[in-house]
């Protein structure tokens, strides 16, 4: 079995304003790097659309028929003061659902070993009923649903190192003892949530807040101090990542210093720990990274790492 790499090129008509950090870019850089010689055995698929019942099992369904509607057929609309909707952009959403939803099930099949979604918009910080940060759904907390629903998985564990906290996904499933969220972030930054004191209605949700220059030694630290035990103990029967780049040195949104070889070592830990409780279920769905050199390069850490798999 191999890695699979699923994306798809209705993403990149989400089209957002001139000068805006989220942008087609980063897709087209991610997918060259991983058209490189060393990613000839990636299998590769594109995203089909999440259906809207699916994209409902994590959101309301009239707020996905909201968003559908609120999407223009001509020009751009703005949602918030960081978010907008193009016309391609209801498609791009649902296809960045789609491939996390897809991932699942072909990682459960044990017809991929793991999997990467390069997709946008990304959807981290899409709460229960509300768009926000770049996002309008919640890709990873649709796929966590999903594998619950029709794969009838009882635990599913979420770990997120964008450098943003996932305030859209902590919502989500605050009061849900059968999903564990984890996350380390900077703070203070964007969204402003993410204290360590928040944890849940169950004690299910871990935070992990870095300080404006931490770099590799305290991200790692974070996580085997924070994370990694707290995992363990959950025993996840599958671990999605929120992987986000933009901790990297190089980014502009925020100032941590990760650098590439520590994407690659937070990846192995997360194998490790779907090793032992997972049967190796690993499903990755790209949230941020904005500096598009670091995006890539990050980007073909973390993929390589899987492939190590």
């Not at 997709?119 to 009923?129: L, N, S």
């Amino acid at each position: 079995m191999s890695t699979l790499y699923i994306t798809h090129p209705a993403c990149l008509d989400h089209i957002t304003p001139l000068g805006h950090p989220e942008r087609s870019e980063r897709l087209k850089v991610v997918d060259r790097v991983l058209e490189g010689e060393k990613f000839a055995l990636l299998a590769r698929e594109q995203a089909p659309a999440a259906a809207l019942d699916t994209i409902a099992l994590a959101h309301p369904l009239d707020y996905v028929e909201q968003i559908r509607d609120a999407c223009p057929t001509v020009g751009m609309v703005r949602i918030d003061a960081d978010t907008s909707m193009s016309p391609g952009s209801f498609e791009a959403a649902t296809r960045a659902a789609g491939a996390a939803v897809r991932a699942v099930d072909e990682v459960v099949a044990t017809k991929a070993a793991n999997a990467f979604c390069a997709v946008r918009p990304p959807g981290h910080h899409a709460e229960t009923a509300r768009p926000m940060g770049f996002c309008l759904f919640n890709s990873v907390a649709v796929a966590a649903r999903h594998a619950q629903k029709q794969h009838g998985l009882d635990r599913v564990a979420i770990v997120d190192f964008d450098v943003h906290h996932g305030n859209g996904t902590q919502d989500i499933f605050w009061n849900d003892p059968t999903v564990m969220y984890c996350s380390t972030h900077e703070m203070p930054l964007y969204p402003g949530t993410g204290a360590t004191s928040e944890r849940g209605a169950h004690n299910n949700i871990v935070n992990a807040p870095l300080q404006a220059g931490d770099g590799g030694e305290k991200f790692r630290a974070a996580f085997e101090g924070a994370i990694l035990p707290r995992l363990a103990g959950f025993a996840p029967e599958l671990v999605i990542i929120s992987a986000g780049f933009d901790a990297h040195t190089r980014d502009p949104l925020a100032n941590l210093n990760l650098v590439e070889a520590d994407f690659t070592w937070v990846t192995q830990k997360l194998m490790e720990v779907a090793d032992k409780s997972a049967g190796g279920r690993v499903v990755s769905v790209l949230e941020g990274g904005y500096d598009l050199q670091g995006l890539a390069n990050s980007a073909a850490a973390h993929v390589a790492a899987l492939m190590q798999g």
